[in-house]
């Protein structure tokens, strides 16, 4: 079992890799200097039981490849982690539906292996801070389809749809405010509403949200390369 533990500003993050040795160990080895010491496992199945072991890590990351068998065995996984947050790290680009039912298993972050160790530490980074993690090109995908989504527009004001759009993007509340010359308490104030008007009650929850309604068009959706 091989073992890489993240270097945070407060502590140490306990990472579990799961998929292929041959893929997860070459990510081990590439975060190098910004990882040391993640538990790894081959299987999704044998997640849940390292869960039992060896203790509940800080964030799971799951390498697959975007296929029906994969998702059913990431959505069981999540369940089984229960809190922990679940990152999704794609071997290939996925479809449109396959990224929608990835989402739909719950997962706090999707990501690409291909964009390199840079990229997976900083989504690590941001489901601690308890942000979504999405690849940008799904970010991108998701903020294109909002624009043409006239429900979403009917529901929130112009400010609450631009509070939501920077959430999205990964901002944190006091970028929020600086970005739009407003308090940090009145970004918590719009989020609140934005919440409560969609049903939704985190960030990756009101991306999902807007990933189930219409508005949606296959050709918005980018490849993910």
Wanted: glycine share 6%; hydrophobic share 50%.
């Amino acid at each position: 079992m091989t073992t890489v533990t993240m270097i945070d500003r407060h502590r140490a993050a306990e990472l579990l890799v799961v998929g292929p040795r041959l893929v997860c160990s070459g990510l081990a080895a590439e975060l190098g200097d910004s990882m040391h010491s993640v538990r790894h496992v081959v299987d999704l199945s044998e997640a849940a039981r390292s869960f039992v072991d060896h203790g509940r890590p800080d964030v799971v990351l799951v390498v697959i490849a975007p296929h029906s068998d994969s998702i059913a065995a990431l959505a069981r996984l999540l369940e089984a982690a229960a809190g922990v947050p679940v990152i999704a790290v794609l071997v290939e680009p996925a479809t449109r539906p396959v990224t929608l039912a990835i989402l739909e298993t719950g997962v706090a972050g999707f990501q690409m292996l291909g964009e390199g160790p840079e990229a997976i530490a900083a989504a690590v980074a941001a489901v601690r801070r308890g942000q979504a993690a999405l690849h940008p090109s799904v970010t991108r995908w998701l903020l294109d389809s909002w624009n043409g989504h006239s429900a979403l527009h009917s529901t929130l004001t112009a400010r609450e749809f631009e509070v939501l759009q920077l959430v999205v993007k990964g901002l944190q509340n006091k970028q929020i405010a600086h970005r739009l010359a407003i308090t940090e308490r009145t970004v918590k104030c719009h989020l609140s509403r934005v919440y409560q008007s969609i049903g939704v009650r985190s960030r990756t929850e009101a991306a999902l949200w807007l990933a189930q309604h219409d508005g949606f068009h296959a050709s918005t959706y980018p490849s993910a390369s």
